[in-house]
């Protein structure tokens, strides 16, 4: 199969675009709303580690010199260290910090961090009682267990160049991406949590840059190269300006910023002539947050997170200011004495080495996450005070536990819960936030004494108004799109003949916690 040398050689534009990609990454989570679609970051980096890692394994394959164990160390030489000094040093930091219910879920987390696992975990509990998603401190990881399911399949298809030859592999790979690129539009309709944190509908994108390594040569001119360059980017900004929590995602949306990354790789490819883009993406300080951006993307997200834990309310613009700016800094030192040091067949430990102290790493994150779960959360280390109020604060009545939060994209009239065990059909909603929730057992009792059912349309920290939405929210999980989702299902049931409105009212009156969008309220 033909290779280019310039496939698998460095270029210094590739990690101008990981800059790129990280830093709408770190400015949306920190809450800057001009980088309302920032996300799309993670999308590009998936197209991008597709592409490089792609172009060394063929390359490799090329030369007869391709080995999976081989490859299986650099990974762990590429991603462990960084890796497991964030999950152990959050761990610290959380035992500090979080309440026992919080840090039995954070275990949770660390241990299937620790195996890769993390995305099927955060996809489970998208629901209502696991808590807003920007509180959770390695909710990042999931974007990481994508990549090495997928690595852990992808190399043992590569070998079949071999034997099969290039052009029906490349078919058979584009097969896959059509695939799952279906499965991630109406994955998008149907079960959007699913979408968001699972390898089926992500597997495309990462295979959208496996196919650039695998496709054919081809030397377009000068001046379609840098019409696909510039293209490339302004698609990319177009997403991180453009997109927003209400975008459905990725689905057909990552379209956008997947190609536009797509187009400025391929624009760099097969020729000594950089574009004028290429040369802007290949400045020394994009390059150099390019080359710490694995860390960067590390460390911001806890950083951020804790810092919410600890001041109990959302961060003000300067804080969050001032916690990018210390992201970056721990980034560099994590880049510097951390990444670097392992990096290569002359980094610290032999191969054998590596896998035991890697199988180390992971033995001790796995213990630490299971003590926390299992334990409780170790309620032993907090004051008796706070142990009561924790108790308290967890003490969830059984009706409430029955009804789980759902996403807008699952609001129907069949999937809503109901008030009452009643066999009678629904003949009101109660419509709120969590308050509208904890209303849920005297509202129960009510019904059944009058022989009434209903249902709940609940969602946390969504107070049951048009166009209101909640700062910070998720993609795949918004105030607006959820209270639209529940009217649309109160018009089309006619039988619904009273709507009872439940909320924590004051803090919308007060302007701390919601944004009118422009909807009717």
């Not at 959208?208 to 190269?225: E, K, N, W, Y």
């Not at 949306?253 to 000594?272: E, N, Q, R, Y």
Request: hydrophobic share 50%; with cysteine.
């Amino acid at each position: 199969m033909p290779l280019s040398d310039s496939r698998s050689a460095y270029r210094a534009d590739i990690d101008g675009l990981r800059a790129v990609a990280v830093i709408p990454v770190v400015f949306y989570h920190a809450g800057f709303e001009w980088f309302s679609g920032g996300y799309v970051g993670v999308d590009v980096f998936l197209v991008i580690s597709g592409f490089l890692i792609t172009s060394i394994i063929i390359d490799e394959i090329r030369h007869d010199a391709f080995r999976v164990s081989q490859f299986y160390v650099r990974r762990a030489r590429r991603l462990f260290p960084a890796l497991f000094t964030v999950v152990l040093a959050s761990s610290a930091v959380a035992l500090l910090l979080l309440m026992p219910q919080e840090l039995e879920d954070f275990g949770e987390s660390v241990a299937t961090t620790a195996v890769f696992a993390s995305n099927f975990l955060f996809s489970s509990e998208a629901g209502y009682f696991d808590g807003p998603a920007e509180l959770k401190p390695l909710l990042h990881t999931w974007s990481l267990a994508i990549e090495e399911q997928y690595y852990l399949l992808f190399p043992g298809f590569l070998v079949l160049l071999k034997r099969h030859g290039g052009a029906r592999f490349i078919a058979a790979t584009f097969a896959v991406f059509a695939v799952s690129l279906i499965t991630s539009v109406l994955s998008v309709a149907y079960a959007p949590d699913a979408a968001f944190y699972l390898l089926p509908s992500r597997t495309w994108e990462l295979l959208l840059g496996s196919l650039l390594a695998l496709a054919p040569p081809f030397r377009p001119g000068r001046g379609a190269r840098e019409a696909l360059a510039i293209t490339g980017l302004v698609l990319i900004v177009c997403a991180v300006f453009g997109f927003s929590s209400l975008t459905p995602f990725p689905g057909a949306a990552a379209l956008v910023p997947c190609a536009g990354t797509a187009m400025v790789i391929a624009a760099g490819m097969h020729t000594d002539t950089p574009t004028r883009s290429g040369r802007a993406l290949s400045l020394r300080p994009l390059v150099f947050i390019g080359l710490c951006s694995y860390s960067l993307y590390l460390w911001h997200w806890p950083i951020l997170v804790f810092a919410k834990h600890y001041l109990l309310r959302p961060l003000a613009p300067a804080e969050a200011l001032a916690l990018v700016a210390a992201s970056m800094l721990i980034a560099v030192a994590s880049w510097r004495f951390v990444e670097r040091p392992f990096r290569g067949a002359k980094g610290w430990f032999s191969t054998r080495g590596l896998f035991r102290f890697s199988a180390a790493l992971i033995a001790a994150a796995v213990v630490v996450g299971l003590v926390y779960d299992t334990r409780n959360g170790l309620p032993a280390r907090l004051p008796k005070q706070v142990r009561a109020i924790a108790a308290m604060s967890n003490d969830k009545p059984p009706e409430r536990r029955h009804c789980e939060g759902i996403s807008p994209a699952e609001v129907r009239f069949e999937r809503l819960c109901r008030v009452s065990n009643l066999e009678v059909a629904p003949s009101f909603v109660l419509w709120g936030d969590s308050h509208a929730m904890a209303a849920l057992p005297a509202m129960r009792a009510a019904s059944l004494h009058l022989g009434r059912n209903g249902l709940l349309a609940a969602s946390n920290g969504c107070v049951p108004l048009l166009g209101v939405s909640r700062p910070g929210a998720d993609p795949g999980f918004e105030c607006v799109a959820f209270n639209a989702a529940v009217l649309r299902v109160i018009e089309a049931h006619p039988e619904l003949t009273t709507v009872i409105l439940h909320a924590r009212w004051a803090r919308h009156a007060e302007g701390t916690g919601y944004a009118d969008e422009g909807g009717e309220t």
